[in-house]
T-cell receptor, first 111, second 116 residues
Framework: DGGITQSPKYLFRKEGQNVTLSCEQN?????MYWYRQDPGQGLRLIYY???????QKGDIAEGYSVSREKKESFPLTVTSAQKNPTAFYLC??????????FGSGTRLTVV | AQTVTQSQPEMSVQEAETVTLSCTYD???????LFWYKQPPSRQMILVIR??????QNATENRFSVNFQKAAKSFSLKISDSQLGDAAMYFC?????????????FGQGTTLQVKP
């Protein structure tokens, strides 16, 4: 079955560490997105990519980095420059047509 | 740039009653899609209903319907015969229809409480 997979489901980061969140899709979607969600709040766009080897900053890109070396994969790195990284992170993809797909999310906690 | 605004952070409805969630958006495009997504406590995003901007007819999916006012850039969601399982956060979203790429933009969300 086609779908979008995020891993891990839960991630703990120590102060000053970089961590990478995985997002993989086998839907042959061109566009992929990363969002951040804080408790009781909406989805804020971090980065998005429309084609391989290209990506654009969203509204809150500072402290984050991404890569798009393969169409199927769009990993997000939360760097030590992100001062308040504790949040829920959601990955999404979009292809031809009117529907997208969403991962099940990663809950990142700083310890 | 496109924006999506949900002005109701929280709403409540009595079971079996009807509730309407509001959404406004801003865009200069003429061809786009609008969506309502439901996010239960599991955080999984569930598509509730979608509307193509070129269609004048309001979309309907069982107990869920929208009031799409293109000129006013308004896209409200009506939930009829509310059920306990409808309790969740609801997001309004916008996406261009001109290509299979581009931003997918969400509103701030509305938390819906359903009272038994």
């Amino acid at each position: 079955d086609g779908g979008i997979t995020q891993s891990p489901k839960y991630l703990f980061r120590k102060e000053g560490q970089n961590v990478t969140l995985s997002c993989e899709q086998n839907l042959n979607h061109d566009a992929m997105y990363w969002y951040r969600q804080d408790p009781g709040q909406g989805l804020r766009l971090i980065y998005y990519s429309q084609i391989v080897n290209d990506f654009q900053k969203g509204d809150i890109a500072e402290g984050y980095s991404v890569s798009r070396e393969k169409k199927e994969s769009f990993p997000l790195t939360v760097t030590s420059a992100q001062k308040n990284p504790t949040a829920f992170y959601l990955c999404a993809s979009w292809g031809l047509g009117r529907l997208g797909a969403f991962g099940s999310g990663t809950r990142l906690t700083v310890v | 740039a496109q924006t999506v605004t949900q002005s109701q952070p929280e709403m409540s409805v009595q079971e079996a009653e009807t509730v309407t969630l509001s959404c406004t958006y801003d865009t200069s495009e003429s061809d786009y899609y609008l969506f309502w997504y439901k996010q239960p406590p599991s955080r999984q995003m569930i598509l509730v209903i979608r509307q193509e901007a070129y269609k004048q007819q309001n979309a309907t999916e069982n107990r869920f319907s929208v009031n799409f006012q293109k000129a006013a850039k308004s896209f409200s969601l009506k939930i009829s015969d509310s059920q306990l399982g409808d309790a969740a956060m609801y997001f309004c979203a916008y996406r261009t229809a001109s290509s299979n790429t581009g931003k997918l933009i969400f509103g701030q969300g509305t938390t819906l409480q359903v009272k038994p």
